[in-house]
């Protein structure tokens, strides 16, 4: 079974640095992706991201969305094709000659490179929340939150949502071969395929809700909610941390310079 | 230590009440067992003495609970009772909160803000007597039921609180992790511990139990010491800590396998294994299985977690194919026949009937599996009535299944594939969760598929169930079969019956 954005017990120099500085790092990436508008800035940072992961060990980790993030980019770019015209126009979706003289839907450069900015919005958002994720203990994840005052319900919801990813994914394939069981077969065509979803979505949902009560009580028994404050020596500041802030600290002030001139 | 006074306690919105006047003194240092069978209130009075009703839960609550002789209302909510108060539940999976069992012990010793040299000594401490070193690194959802239980366990055992309740958290583990935890517990009794365990099987406790609470419609019925109730009619029947290999040699012998021999040769085997192997990755989960089983037999296969029993019998519907071998169930290949064919010649029962249960009405329910085969109408109705029937649901036709009570859940589960008239019927650890009383219920349900022609097959590392009901017993280690012998106490007239005139 395919792991996704579980924690990695590894060695690398990701691992090693402190969580605060990757939280920064990664809240960084996120908001400098928003703000620039450039397409080549923002694959320079797809880039930088790729290389980081490379030299942790970690692509693989990358690679495994990969799919899910093209299919994703590709629809982007088809909607801003459909909505977004600006620019010259490079060709049509259907040609000329097919039912009219002129083309149907042009496609515009405008609209190219807005799909494209938009779709590594999406790659280096996701790759960096990914690297923090499979580089960060989930327990130095919840106390670097805290330690940046997050309330602690939030950061438990946060933290109990990734741990129980894979034992959705578990449990969803033992639903499925349940069902196989008793002869359930997917449905054809779009509504068949939302009505075979039921059987698979209702038992999957009502045991995750019937869960809940003890996961809470336990929280409560071990006294996450009373817990005694986080001592910040205990999250260690080394090199590679202030590198890192640098970094993004280095290209924010390249984009905003580069927006003003 | 904990004192109940006339406790009467009804859950929101119920109509009946769930504890009914108990009065209870948990007295310090004690050990009290408390048991019972199901919706006898087990949980409810192990939730109160918690002081959870009062703080998390709510409801209606007359008469008053003392800890250390001050209303337990009046502590400041769970926040301050759980710095006394240690409970684990019965469900191991939402125990766990983190992606390692190391942080799963240490975040909950570094909530209370015990200095580092503290916590690596308690965490050591407390690994090394659950006997959980070894999965220090592993993720929760890597880890066996029994593995979680542990762990649970252990990271409540780590936090050391005065008083230590166990709600049916030990049902999970095998017979040598429960004599570890007896150990635990009896060291934690000599420190001075108050221990409160719940549960609707005792047997393993009752050496070390000052008390037994037993509990009969949210009432006591009455409290003895363990000695007398392991005299008195047990609430589930006692079972020593035999050995498996003893058990199987004092019950089963070759002999009768011989002599059942001739019998087989005259029909068709339902199954026929051959040189059967299956892998997951690296892991060889199944080595040259060699299997055939007979119409009307009631089988067993036995065996540790981990042994490949479940992995078996999937390749008798099609949820799996052979990584090399064959599997012929009724002369159909099991490589080349898609597994809606072969579901209607085998129906397999999980474990957990809450992962199949989506409809809003039993009936709904069953006929699922109906239309899926292409049955309907009038002979589906006919199917439905008949299988409630069979599994003592009648009345239930028209309930919302996720509202009755696991023993009928697991029989609807039963029910929704038996109505599909398969003639091998398979159920994987068809009693897990259930109390004796239910137990029973299921395993008398089996007989009399049997007796109706189905060929069944159960999965089960329960020594007891084997013993007193399977005709056969196939015991498995690591992916083989190591034995496959005839219980002589139950091969009984109805099988000799049963396959001299080819019931199905």
């Not at chain 1, 402190?18 to 920064?24: E, H, Y």
């Not at chain 1, 009505?195 to 336990?218: D, E, I, W």
């Not at chain 2, 089960?460 to 496959?484: C, F, P, S, Y």
């Amino acid at each position: 079974m395919k792991e996704i954005m579980q924690y990695i017990n590894r060695d690398s120099f990701l691992h090693s640095m402190n969580p605060l500085s990757k939280i920064a790092a990664v809240a960084g990436i996120i908001v400098l992706s928003v703000f620039t508008t450039n397409s080549a800035v923002l694959a320079l940072m797809v880039l930088g991201i790729f290389l980081a992961s490379l030299k942790a060990g970690l692509q693989q980790e990358l690679l495994k969305q990969f799919k899910l993030l093209v299919f994703l980019s590709l629809s982007l770019i088809m909607l801003t094709i459909l909505t977004l015209k600006s620019g010259e126009t490079l060709a049509y979706l259907i040609p000329p000659g097919t039912f009219t003289t002129a083309g149907i839907v042009p496609i515009t450069t405008g609209a190219l490179d807005f799909g494209v900015v938009l779709s590594l919005r999406f790659f280096a958002m996701l790759f960096a929340f990914q690297l923090l994720v499979v580089t960060t203990k989930p327990s130095d994840l919840m106390k670097a939150l805290l330690a940046i005052h997050i309330p602690v319900d939030y950061v438990l919801m946060f933290v109990i949502a990734l741990r129980f990813i894979p034992s959705l994914q578990i449990e969803g394939q033992r639903i499925h071969e349940a069902q196989l069981a008793r002869g359930y077969k997917p449905g054809k065509g779009l509504r068949g395929k939302i009505m075979s979803v039921k059987p698979l979505l209702v038992p999957l949902v009502a045991n995750s809700l019937g869960r809940t009560q003890v996961l809470g009580l336990t929280m409560d028994m071990r006294g996450y909610r009373s817990r005694h404050s986080v001592e910040s020596n205990k999250l260690v500041w080394n090199k590679v941390d202030f590198a890192a802030i640098g970094c993004v600290a280095l290209m924010g002030a390249g984009i905003m310079l580069g927006s003003f001139m | 230590m904990i004192e109940l006074k006339d406790v009467t306690y009804t859950y929101g919105v119920a109509e009946n009440s769930s504890l009914k006047n108990v009065n209870l003194k948990v007295r310090e240092g004690e050990l009290l067992l408390v048991t019972g069978h199901s919706a006898a209130g087990k949980t409810t009075l192990a939730l109160a003495l918690a002081g959870i009703l009062h703080h998390e839960i709510g409801g209606r609550i007359e008469g008053e609970i003392l800890f250390k002789n001050r209303n337990i209302r009046d502590f400041d909510g769970m926040k301050e009772l759980s710095r006394h108060i240690g409970m684990v539940f019965d469900d191991a999976e939402s125990q766990l909160i983190f992606t390692s069992v190391e942080e799963e012990i240490r975040s909950g010793l570094e909530n209370r803000g015990h200095s580092e040299k503290e916590i690596v000594r308690r965490l050591e401490e407390v690994m090394g007597s659950c006997e959980i070193s070894h999965l220090k690194n592993r993720a929760p959802h890597t880890l066996s039921g029994g593995q979680k239980q542990k762990v649970a366990l252990a990271a409540t055992l780590a936090l050391d609180t005065e008083v230590l309740i166990l709600d049916e958290a030990t049902a999970e583990l095998d017979s040598k992790a429960v004599k570890r935890i007896f150990s635990i517990l009896k060291r934690l009794k000599e420190a001075g511990k108050t221990i409160i365990i719940v549960d609707h099987n005792i047997e393993d406790f009752l050496e070390i139990g000052d008390r037994v609470v037993l509990l009969e419609k949210g009432k006591v019925k009455a409290i003895k010491s363990p000695a007398d109730f392991s005299v008195s009619p047990p609430v589930s029947r006692p079972f020593g800590p035999e050995p498996a290999e003893k058990v199987l040699n004092k019950t089963y012998d070759k002999e009768l396998q011989s002599e059942l021999q001739p019998l087989r040769q005259k029909s068709q085997p339902v199954i026929s294994v051959k040189k059967l192997t299956q892998r997951y990755g690296e892991v060889l989960a199944l080595d040259g299985i060699d299997l055939e089983i007979y119409p009307g037999e009631l089988v067993a296969i036995l065996g540790e977690n981990g042994s490949g029993k479940t992995t078996l019998v999937k390749h008798f519907n099609g949820l799996l194919r052979p990584y090399s071998g064959n599997v012929t169930i009724k002369g159909l290949e099991n490589s080349k026949v898609p597994i809606d064919e072969l579901v209607k010649h085998t129906g397999l029962v999980f474990q957990n009937p809450d992962n199949m249960l989506f409809e809003d009405t039993v009936e709904a329910e069953i006929a699922f599996g109906l239309n899926n085969i292409g049955v309907k109408g009038s002979e589906a109705a006919e199917a439905i009535t008949r299988s409630l029937e069979l599994v003592n649901l009648s009345e239930k036709q028209k309930s919302f299944p996720r509202h009755l009570s696991r023993g009928e859940r697991q029989r609807l589960a039963v029910a929704c594939v038996i109505a599909m008239r398969p003639e091998l019927i398979i159920l994987d650890e068809p009693t897990t969760g259930l109390d004796a009383d239910e137990s029973d219920r299921m395993m008398q349900l089996m007989r009399k598929l049997q007796q109706k022609g189905h060929t069944i097959v159960m999965v089960t590392h329960n020594l007891q169930l084997v013993k007193d009901h399977a005709e056969r017993v196939i015991h498995m280690q690591a992916g083989k079969i190591v034995e496959d012998t005839a219980n002589r106490e139950c091969a009984g007239k109805e099988y000799r019956e049963c396959i001299g005139s080819a019931c199905v």
